[in-house]
């Protein structure tokens, strides 16, 4: 999957499929990619491959679902399959993954 934040931005509203072994895939619609600040100086000296500026991804659950923060495969029908760690946010009804 491209990580390329503007890229993403053309996929808002659209769903991601969130899969779980064993489980049915769960519908995830991509609300938000945010940049986030770039990291100070001294940082990007401690990590030398950081190479672009973070960003945010923000996924919206579905109604009634919980997934506990992990590090899960997000399936697009464009874009691929790749995995995210994500968060749950605003009471469990966002999952959010923040990209380096």
Do not use: C, W
């Amino acid at each position: 999957m491209d990580l390329d934040p503007k890229q993403l931005k053309e996929f808002m509203g659209e769903e991601f499929s969130l899969l779980i072994e064993g489980q049915p895939a769960l519908a995830l619609v991509l609300r938000e990619v945010e940049a986030l600040p770039p990291p100070p100086e001294d940082a990007l000296a401690q990590f030398p491959n950081m190479r672009r500026q973070p960003f945010s991804l923000l996924f919206e659950m579905p109604k009634g679902f919980f997934v506990s923060q992990n590090t899960y495969r997000l399936r697009h029908e464009a874009l691929g399959e790749s995995d995210f760690f994500l968060v749950p946010v605003e009471a469990g009804a966002y999952l959010q993954s923040v990209i380096s």
